[in-house]
């Protein structure tokens, strides 16, 4: 047994060692909630999913524990989501569009931001399709057929992907749907 936990440790070595603290701590992380584990690891005297200088996480159940990080990163409340969003277990639904945009190419955009958020919270992933965005903008009425193509070629550096392969928010992305839900 003995040596079977030694070839565990020479591994998880090997593997830890290029990654600098925080990566290491959160590898651990999600290996122990893979494995159904509590994490035992802390930061400082502190609980794992809080490093320093960062404050409380968002407590909304079913949101994936990279998203609730970024939450606190940026600053964003339970109350700002709850005005937008519906969490339903794991399911994530916008049920509102942040802003007061009146021109359509602005809701458009708008609308397939709080889309990629809505993945984002629900897998940690922003990745989502063109088929549910344009689902979501049909939903709010921004959905225009003669214009839609040229509407969202204006995502500029927050979207990144295409209507066949599906899209993606990027970091700015996520900045920007946190200045939508603050302002």
């Known amino acids: 047994m003995s040596d079977l936990l030694a070839n565990a440790m020479t591994k998880v070595i ?3 060692a290029p990654l600098d603290s925080d990566q290491r701590r959160r590898v651990m992380q999600a ?19 809080k490093p320093d200088d960062e404050g409380d996480e968002v407590a909304i159940e079913g949101i994936s524990q990279g998203a609730a990080q970024w939450l606190a ?18 399911a994530v639904k916008v049920i ?18 709080m889309q990629g958020f809505a993945a984002f919270l629900a897998t940690g992933e922003a ?10 903008c049909e939903h709010f009425g921004c959905y225009d057929a003669t214009n ?4 969202i070629k204006d995502f500029g550096n927050r979207i990144t992907g295409s209507k066949n392969a599906g899209w993606k928010l990027t970091a700015p992305g996520l900045t920007a749907v946190a200045d939508l839900l603050k302002a």
């Not at 290996?31 to 999913?49: N, R």
């Not at 509102?96 to 931001?113: E, F």
């Not at 839609?148 to 509407?151: V, W």
């Open 14 to 16: 090997e593997v830890l």
């Open 31 to 49: 290996a122990f909630a893979l494995l159904g584990e509590e994490p035992v690891l802390k930061a400082h005297g502190k609980h794992p999913a």
């Open 73 to 90: 990163k940026a600053k964003i409340t339970k109350e700002q989501l709850e005005q937008r969003l519906h969490f339903d277990g794991g």
């Open 96 to 113: 509102s569009l942040p802003g007061n945009a009146t021109k359509r190419i602005d809701q458009v955009i708008h609308t397939y931001l």
């Open 127 to 136: 990745s989502f399709s063109d088929k549910d965005a344009r689902d979501l």
């Open 148 to 151: 839609h193509a040229k509407y």
